[in-house]
T-cell receptor, first 113, second 112 residues
Framework: KQEVTQIPAALSVPEGENLVLNCSFT??????LQWFRQDPGKGLTSLLL?????REQTSGRLNASLDKSSGRSTLYIAASQPGDSATYLC????????????FGAGTQVVVTP | NAGVTQTPKFRVLKTGQSMTLLCAQD?????MYWYRQDPGMGLRLIHY???????AKGEVPDGYNVSRLKKQNFLLGLESAAPSQTSVYFC???????????FGDGTRLSIL
């Protein structure tokens, strides 16, 4: 069974510092990996989707990399802002899962002014 | 364009009561999912559907039933609510395999 881990569970950084969030998965046979942001009491907002054939995806200050062979994905957020404070989750779609996704527990990020 | 709409947003039930959560989407997506989110455990898949008239069990299906009679609606039922089902429930949709998931805002359910 695919297991997805996000370490650390919580992270606090000063404004302006770059954020590095990690996601690891146990089975490299994946179809894609998706990063989400969740604000307190809210739903999940999609940030980036990386297909298994891709190495990275970029959107503005966000960059996500994927290393399937080592079972890792990293989300980089450049020049963090207090508005980036949220919980970030990654979800992996196994290759044979008919669309089912396996989620990590998330990393709670606080960016201090 | 509402995307994915979940009703109700909040509900308090007593143990043993039943209720149905509705997920409605206006994007004509094929795939629909029900998750529950508990503190420290991430999201866990309850049931899912790969198209109108189809349903399948996810990771934690016990105590729940689902139906997808119309493509745009996916219903999650609790036949006899238990305190262990206190959670936040999320619905998600996917257009075709390989595309991103789209989430609703969630239903916060408390069972006393």
């Amino acid at each position: 069974k695919q297991e997805v881990t996000q370490i650390p569970a919580a992270l606090s950084v000063p404004e302006g510092e770059n954020l590095v969030l990690n996601c690891s998965f146990t089975d490299s046979a994946i179809y894609n990996l998706q990063w989400f942001r969740q604000d307190p009491g809210k739903g999940l907002t999609s940030l980036l989707l990386i297909q298994s054939s891709q190495r990275e995806q970029t959107s503005g200050r966000l960059n996500a990399s994927l290393d399937k062979s080592s079972g890792r994905s990293t989300l980089y957020i450049a020049a963090s802002q207090p508005g980036d404070s949220a919980t970030y989750l990654c979800a992996v779609r196994p290759a044979d899962s008919w669309g089912k996704f396996q989620f990590g527990a998330g990393t709670q990020v606080v960016v201090t002014p | 364009n509402a995307g994915v709409t979940q009703t109700p947003k909040f509900r308090v039930l007593k143990t043993g009561q039943s209720m149905t959560l509705l997920c409605a989407q206006d994007m004509n997506h094929e795939y629909m999912y029900w998750y529950r989110q508990d503190p420290g455990m991430g999201l866990r898949l309850i049931h899912y559907s790969v198209g109108e008239g189809t349903t399948a069990k996810g990771e934690v299906p016990d105590g729940y039933n689902v139906s997808r009679l119309k493509k745009q609606n996916f219903l999650l039922g609790l036949e006899s609510a238990a305190p262990s089902q206190t959670s936040v429930y999320f619905c998600a949709t996917v257009d075709v395999i390989g595309q991103p998931q789209h989430f609703g805002d969630g239903t916060r359910l408390s069972i006393l």
